[in-house]
């Protein structure tokens, strides 16, 4: 869940809304959403903190697609599971939306990157951040992203066991390092690996009670801080060096727009954070699916033998893998590494006939809309090919929706085709036998602890 404080409070972004078309006219606005009835003074709480992935999916079910939640002293919370709810919410009066207010507090370190911030500045810094993730330069990284892996893969052999999620993690976080900063961090757990982790972990792990925030060499604040300088020095560190010499990265094209050192330190670090643990577990997850359902494995491999004939992928082999592409979006659908999206409502708002009163906090989980049964035929079963029909929208939001689209879906969908397509040419991933898929819903949603697969020569 990104937002641990979810009592509601009038908006305090200084920041005015981007503007938009006039949102829809919704229908005449009744009440608040209905809801379970909640224990006395904990509300719903304390269910939600066992299994948060778990009660949305009770909530959506038992009391439909609109729910209102209560948390006790936490304050309040709106589910919305319906297509049409998450199209006005993301998209058609997205202005009327704040995001800031829900990530700052968890993401205090991402300073005013792009999740951080709202209304006009968002759009404006949205604007120049764009050029640098559009579909064409992505492709750029093309080389970046294959010999990074080909790198990894001479280090395994057939019959090795593999902590897969640990690989996906290292390499998505070399690729990533790579084309932001132009650095290369061979061991991702080397002092900057292991900065931004401990950052992330901290950050993430707020929780509802505030940390004890003693800045000593032993306490866990104590270590963040230290992480936090440490990688502070070293990107300011590397914008000086791109202000000598320009590189073929990420921050160079941003210092090119004009942006100031910090502000360029702040999109970076977001585009680090964002961009490398949701698509590490994109592909741990595929590789669960894909050991899970041989059959659909094995179709796979046959397409990609049948284009690639052994030969290194290229991008412009991509249009050929149909079924590669449906693999990778029907991964996405079942285990969505982006799980729930937050927003605070900045003034009253009507969704689905229902009144949402300004301040409220809404959420809207991926998980939740992406196995509805109504909405999605043999919900849990992993079937890639239904993607060979159109998908009716909102049913389906891996990568967000409006202006806050996911701006690294290129780089993310291109990075996922191109590691999936180099490892499965030359090996079929198995689980080892017991090794069970426990989710982790974090501020991504991940597999937890390690994902050890043993690695059979595929056919040649
Ligand atoms: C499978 C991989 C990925 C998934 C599932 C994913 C999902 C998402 C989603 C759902 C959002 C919208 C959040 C919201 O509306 O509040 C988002 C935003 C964002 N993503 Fe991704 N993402 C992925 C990969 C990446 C990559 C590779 C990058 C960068 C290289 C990236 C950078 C960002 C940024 C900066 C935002 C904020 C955009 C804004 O607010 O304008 N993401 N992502």
Redesign the pocket.
């Known amino acids: 869940m ?1 937002d641990r404080t979810v009592t509601e409070e009038k908006p305090q972004t200084s920041r005015t809304p981007a503007p938009g078309p006039a949102p829809a006219p919704e229908p005449p606005a009744r009440d608040l959403p209905p809801g379970p009835k909640g224990r006395w003074l904990v509300g719903n709480g304390l269910d939600l903190r066992r299994d948060q992935m778990g009660f949305f999916t009770r909530m959506q079910r038992e009391h439909g697609n609109a729910v209102t939640i209560n948390l006790g002293r936490g304050g309040r919370l709106f589910l919305f599971s319906a297509p049409e709810a998450i199209e006005r919410i ?1 998209v058609v009066n997205a202005a009327n939306y704040t ?1 800031r207010e ?2 700052l507090p968890s993401m205090p370190f991402l300073g005013d ?3 951080n ?1 709202d209304g006009d500045f ?1 759009h404006a ?2 604007a120049l ?1 764009q050029p640098a ?1 559009s579909r064409r330069r992505v492709e750029s990284y093309a080389d970046v992203m294959l010999g990074y892996t080909e790198t990894m893969l001479a280090a395994w052999a057939a019959d090795q066991v593999v902590d897969m999620h640990l690989a996906m993690q290292q390499l ?1 976080l070399r690729i ?1 390092a790579r ?2 900063f132009g650095v290369d961090l061979a061991d991702a757990s080397g002092p900057f690996g292991r900065a931004f982790n401990a950052i992330l972990d901290y950050d993430e792990d707020h929780g509802l009670l505030p940390k004890l925030r003693l800045d000593l060499p032993f306490t866990a604040y104590g270590r963040y801080q230290r992480a936090r300088r440490f990688l502070d020095r070293e990107i300011f560190a590397l914008v000086a060096a791109r202000h000598q010499v320009a590189a073929e990265d ?1 921050m160079t094209t941003l210092l090119q727009t004009g942006l100031q050192d910090r502000q360029v330190r702040d ?1 970076t670090i ?3 954070a ?3 643990e ?2 590490s ?2 592909l741990t997850f595929t590789f669960h699916l894909l050991s899970r359902n041989p059959a659909q494995r094995g179709a796979l491999q046959a397409e990609l033998a049948r284009v690639l004939a052994g030969r290194r992928p290229s991008l412009a082999d991509l249009p050929d893998l149909p079924l590669l592409d449906m693999v990778i979006k029907e991964s ?1 659908r079942l285990y ?3 799980w729930v ?3 605070r409502a900045r003034a009253d708002d009507a969704v689905l006939g229902h009144r949402l009163p300004a301040g409220a906090f809404e959420l809207m989980s ?1 998980w939740v809309v992406h196995r509805r049964p109504d909405l999605w035929p043999h919900a849990d079963e992993f079937l890639p090919e239904r993607f060979t029909q159109p998908v009716s929208p909102f049913a389906y ?13 290129p ?3 291109q ?2 085709k191109l590691i999936l397509a180099a490892i499965l040419q030359r090996y079929v991933p198995e689980l080892v036998p017991g090794q069970r898929l426990v989710l982790e819903p974090r501020v ?1 949603l991940r597999p937890a602890g390690g994902t050890y697969m043993r690695l059979l020569q595929a056919a040649a």
Do not use: D, K, Y
């Open positions: 990104p993301l995001s829900v990530n990157g792009l999740l911030i968002h810094q949205r951040v993730l998505t990533v084309a932001l990420v999109h977001t585009l680090l964002a961009g490398h949701t698509t577990n994109l996405l969505p590494p982006a999206i937050g927003r991926q939001f891996p990568f967000g929706g409006g202006p806050r689209t996911c701006i690294g879906m780089f993310a969908q990075e996922a991504t």
